[in-house]
């Protein structure tokens, strides 16, 4: 399901105003062409100021003006963050984790599973879907808000985890056997002694009840949706804002939802991409964010928030609000919707600043939207629902996600920067990715990238040989293929089942200690270049060996290989080195294996992104993410300009670029061509 | 009040000694010119070793061998830290923090609310006052050490703060409105809802929560004055040793405590001053923290403890005891006090070593008390009770300190950073600070500074521009005028209030980077200079612009601006940068504006201080606050010399140094001149 | 007591096998000359996998295996670890800590005292015990694991100490006394008024709470003795595997365990030495490790546990395994038992690799560990039981690491760091150390170092004097014989009762800050050093002075002194410096005393180690801890040569090497000589 129109919008909420001025707000929002509203997820207390008394006269104010100025307004469910009413009659709701019970006043710190929990968060959930039933203007619902399950460890959480074992395990000496559990006398010979699970020590179970608890809220919204689906009309979507791994801003993939599995309830995927700006803006977040949104339903997506003026640090050079708009639209985005319209003037996020700053007034960054969506009305036509597929991906997972959080390869070395540094490196290189799963049909993509997938099921493995084996070219991230889905480490030869493919194995792996990488270039003369982090000490049979560790007690072994496959190949990385020798690595796979991907000869900070558009011509977005000009040279087909820096061309008119011409970028800026 | 004498002593301990030796203690300090111990503090356990049971013969002893020897004894009541057997009975007593219960052991980590633990602090203090009564060396008391409300949470605490909300709020719509509890639905619909102040995630109700600690420190101390007051003689006094933020040592306002508000019940203020010394001695904290001991009453104060050796690093050199001893009396201190005579042999503060080493021997530090208390004990007359009074002064605010704690700038830019930043520049220039609240008239002082005002009521807002308008000269920092007393941000252009007189105003701000000052020197070169941490874009209706930023993408910003207002000025200081720049625009608005502050000539580590003698002659000090030897030109009146480094002139002598002179300092030592 | 052979080994477990493979596994062990194996301590829940049901199937597959291929067990009683059941049903085993009761799921993290899990303990010992009888595989027993008391305060354990504290001082006043506790107010009047040990200040009574902690473990381990002596036949032996001081690896004396009282009731000392390899290989470890192990029993000691592969990082170059093997040898070890045969596939020490990988493969590190065991195989004869005695000892005292961890010198100079800081010098300049205590009689080494002896009884000062009255070389460290046994420092001159034999005293400390060492070099002329985190102003009184401080205010002190006392002599060492300087002192007293000890030329990386064969013929090891070649240049009497590198020569050969011969020593190798 796609949504209809281009969404311009941004988070509303007049329960948080300092005084009354929703019509001024929507006039405003009006002039700038923002066309849609998030409301009401964070408000509970004020539908439901007491147990079973509800009083919505603010969100028919608010909906009433919405039709009034002809605003799309998406309704959040209000239950990740509860009155404290509730908790004052109920305290279990509250999560119990290592850390003791949580007191009340953040948000998203329940126990998801608590009957009460569920009956409370359904009631108020049926009451705000009558009350909303009447108006037009609501296009679609958001379920909770960045759901999460708070690491809850309370009794009857566990005691579901328990039994979700039982029935995985009916034989409890093949439980103990699979999760280790003799290891330090941790056997559980009767179910009735299972421990508290906050204590263990036993990798497998801890990510075992990490996975149970992202069931947990794949569970909660399946349950909200199951109600609010009751209420809808045919035309209405349901959504919700996936987020990402944090790290002062989207880092990668989140490790406490199975975003896939989660998003099977909805209509449409929605996302919260949050990035640095100013100096740092690279476009890089909006890019993996982007990819993971859109591999949820396979299709166009919501940014459901992301930052305007955003944190402090982040506030936006001028020009850099639109290039990002534009960003979101190039990666498969239909929506593009700030957190949120206003700042906040207290509570806890007065510093998480929205389009107005604290003085409620128009200011640079509105009108930067203002020009933006002027733009884009004229030119959505071509740009709304662009349809992506790229020639490569990546596969990630998120098992093996946890798995090097319960193993860690080294405490500077996670998952997600692996994923990162393949991501990164191919985004640099102007080499578009689609992010794909164990579940996802991967066959058609030119090469896959498998950053380690630490946890591997043998037929999730038959899956990565079956690609190879017909003709898909495999870059093999170290660690990969080394534990089962329980964390189990396969007791043979590494990396399991696939030493044949690789043409090489290992046993041995160490952090890098005087250790270099001696590799070749594409014109065959070996260099030596930094690595740092991880080495697995790779023993080749019938492998090229692309690289090897310059290390006078290391030297025998190999540090990266190749192997053709037939027309298939794998390319097998021992070891974590820096991002000009991954993208030298992949231009040779793409070189010598023939594959059919043509490199790019930009490079970041000019990025080109591309897709079709919904009357099926070529789009390419080309952006410069820096604050010199740079040029861009066209060399293929004859494109149309629809956007030349900040001049809009008419759809229909005839500025066309040709091979050989040279486009200038202005700083933080882009131009937008299309097939004639 | 003042006292009498000037007081040269010491905490003195009889219980904590390893052996039997109060009348050897008190013959030496006798001998070095020590007249006066403080004691009791402390020993409560000692009093009253079983409820109800006391045993005072320590004390006895105690006070009638300091008459044998003629000392002046401070008596501390001794509540700050209780007997096992209090808390064995009453375990209620113990705060409850976020950390839970507190473990008895420690100090200060009581309730300061509870009934029963106040009514025990009543009985010991009366039993103890009755006691003291009849020795005439007791001059006066102390309440309590430092006193501390613990972050007690405590239920019963919690319930007096929802009461004093209740109070402030009769309607508790509005009190949600003001607290912006709507959001992430913390709305309190009805007061019996009132969460666990723990968990809240609101700042301005945490910030709440801190202002009513710090008025449960201001009631606990008036509870106990009432009734030591009872049994005073008028010619005691009463006093308390308010302390500093502390990081290693005192470096700014404390935040934790009202001073002001606290030392209404007191006849003296006292302090505790703890610097470093060896090669990091400034004389920065006794010069701040005298300033703000002399605002509480606005007379001369008590130093009650301050580090003769102290903690192992601080060590000082050979004549910095004596420096610094000479360097309080130059901000108004009417003693000189150590914490503490003799060094500890174990339980936990062995290595905070007083005047004494461990082996209870006069050494070094002794002998340097005894040389600078003979020298005193000359020039007292010329030296007590001097009279300062400043053309300068610094505004300090603990609301707003609090606010910037619960809304922090930028994790590393604190207020007491930014009210540092301010007073050092200051002192270093030898422009001499008073130290004014909100609530103090600061009408007459030619130059006030402002920093980081986060927190101001739109009343102290109109006290600023009436300051201005009658022809003050405000330097305001930036984040002032931001937000109300409970800490919402005011939803208008910033400075609030003030646009008008700054001649400026802006509603961006960000952290720099790529960034630098771009500023005019006193003869109006521009030229670069480093700045960090924090800028506000500020955007100049009529003001001079005096700064602005060196980024092609905030270059139309200003910085710093000026802007006269009839025969006022207001310098704002829209980021943060060095020193050195912030002395020159210091300089500019004094010559530009003909401010009525003669500028010196001599710099750190030559440092200035000035007062007025009791029969009223200009007192000034000269010190050299480093290991190389500095001159000293004068340029100005005569003056008599008394006191050249370690020669002590007669003070009816006739010793005159001439406008041209030129005196030598030594390393680490000091002179002093008269009034003729 | 000493084993009769040498013992190559690994600890091993079936029940954390991926597969049955028990047969397997010991043909691979005895084909590569492996003749132990370490079994069962950590598998309680699969001997008793219900309260009271019992299967010991495992064992008896395992011992009688062992006994088919002829290979030694060493059983292990498994209370270190206990099943789940236990814990459901009796919580309150769980320790209680400053953080609250532990949750099941770690190890040693128990109420050691707690009498339902001594109840416990008892019953499934016995019944191991009794199940192994009749294997004559079975040499010995290794009570529980690396025992810890879990800094346990449960209030049963809470009373005990107040017992034993009762019992120490039957006068609550003394007892208050020395321990200081009238310091803030913390006095315990009456021994019901107890407060709970947890929340104490008192670095004494918290001192006092870890030695009864250790005595709890001394205790604990006696009781499992006791229950092991009813069974065991008179060849076999009880031993423990003791392990040290952590942070990340092996680093010093193990704070938490008094193992000269521990292994009272033992028959062989054993331990387990862990540390880096790779390019961090020293044998630094193997050197401190073994020469603590050796001081336990004064006899041989088993190495129970040691890295093989080890963690990630340590992964041994080709040479080291085989390398560190010889070093235990050469420091008295009659055991190299690896933790452990196989690495583990899941729990939580997967990256904690043994000596096959995950593969269980023959590898690398198997075929290393072949090669050096057939070479011992040949040579062990002349290798096993060495018998060690230097000519230096070094002091260890526990209560004075404790000391300084209640009272911390400096946060970065620990009592661990000034151990290693004198043994790491010796060791370095071949200057073989052996350990003692206080209790030791240590009156005939030619030359003591004493790190740190904060805590010094009377005695124990008086055997010191002795040491150096009768002709002994004392090296004393700075803060040495500052407090009393119950960390009250002395109230007197420091060093306490030394400052006559020292020749000069102390009263003032600090840490350096613009001070460098000034000293005499061998041939006397003065040079400028580094130093750092700690100087003591010594005055001397009849000393010499061997450095200063470069410091102009400290420049009269003394920074080291040196004074005869009649044949013996004290060099104190007031301060910090580097191991160069140490080194350049410890051969100036060498020289200047003319002290029975051949200086040697060799330095680290090439490394000699002595002792006597059970024969009484001298053997000399000759290692080189380097990636490239040394030479070692032989000096002294004519050797025979037993090992050249990774030559075997025979133990009847005559390959001698004579004074002036040159041998090469390979990297990460060695040569073996003997007397002839």
Known sequence: MKVKDLLIGAAYYTEYMPYERVEKDMQLMKEAGINTIRIAESTWSTWEPHDNIFDFSKLHH???????????????????????????????????????????????????????????????????????????????????????????????TQQLFVESLKQKYPDIDEFNHEFGLDYWSNRVNSWEDFPDIRGTINGSLSAAYKKFLRDVITGFLAFLASIVREYMRPDQFITHNFDYAWDDHSVGLQPLVDQPEAAECMDIAGCDIYHESNEDLTGIEIDFGGSIARSLKNDNYLVLETACQGLTQWLPYPGQIRLQAYSHLASGADSVMYWHWHSIHNAIESYWKGILSHDLKPNREYYEIKEYAGEMNKLKKSLLHLNKKSKAAILLDQRSLTGLDEFPINTVLTYNQIFRWMHDTCYKMNLETDIVYKESNFSDYKLLFVPALYS??????????????????????????????????????????????????????????????????????????????????????????????????????????????????????????????????????????????????????????????ENNKKIRYIFNYSSHSEEYCHDTDNLKVLLNNNEVLPLDGNEVVRPGATLKIEPWNLLILSEI
């Open 62 to 156: 608010v909906l009433s003006m919405a039709e009034k100025y002809d605003l799309n307004v998406i309704i959040g469910t209000p239950t990740y963050a509860v009155p404290s009413w509730l908790i004052k009659k109920y305290p279990d709701i509250m999560a119990i984790t290592k850390h003791g019970q949580e007191i009340y006043g953040g948000r998203q710190h329940f126990d998801l599973t608590n009957p009460t929990f569920r009956k409370y968060c359904e009631r108020i959930t049926r009451r705000l879907m009558e009350e909303q039933k009447k108006y037009k203007c609501v296009i679609g619902f958001q379920l909770d808000n960045e759901t999460r399950a708070a690491n809850a460890a309370n009794s009857g």
């Open 456 to 613: 591997a099921s043998k037929e999730t493995i038959e899956k990565l040989r079956a690609y190879v084996q017909s003709g898909g070219h495999l870059i093999l991230g170290f660690k990969s293929c080394f534990s089962d889905e329980e964390l189990k480490i396969y007791p043979d030869s590494q990396p399991f089942m696939m030493t044949d493919l690789v043409g090489a194995s290992y046993s041995d792996f160490t952090y890098p200690k005087n250790t270099a990488l001696l590799l070749k270039d594409i014109s065959g003369n070996e260099y030596k270049a930094p690595l740092s982090k991880w080495i697995e000490l790779l023993i080749p049979s019938d492998a090229e060996v692309w690289a090897r560790y310059d290390n006078p007690f290391w030297k025998d072994y190999a540090a990266v290989t190749h192997k053709k496959n037939g027309t298939g190949s794998v390319t097998y990385l021992g070891c974590y080195f820096e991002e000009k020798e991954l993208e030298m690595l992949i231009k040779k796979v793409i070189q010598e294996e023939k594959v059919n991907i043509s490199l790019r000869k930009e490079h970041f900070p000019v990025i080109i992104k591309e897709g079709m558009s």
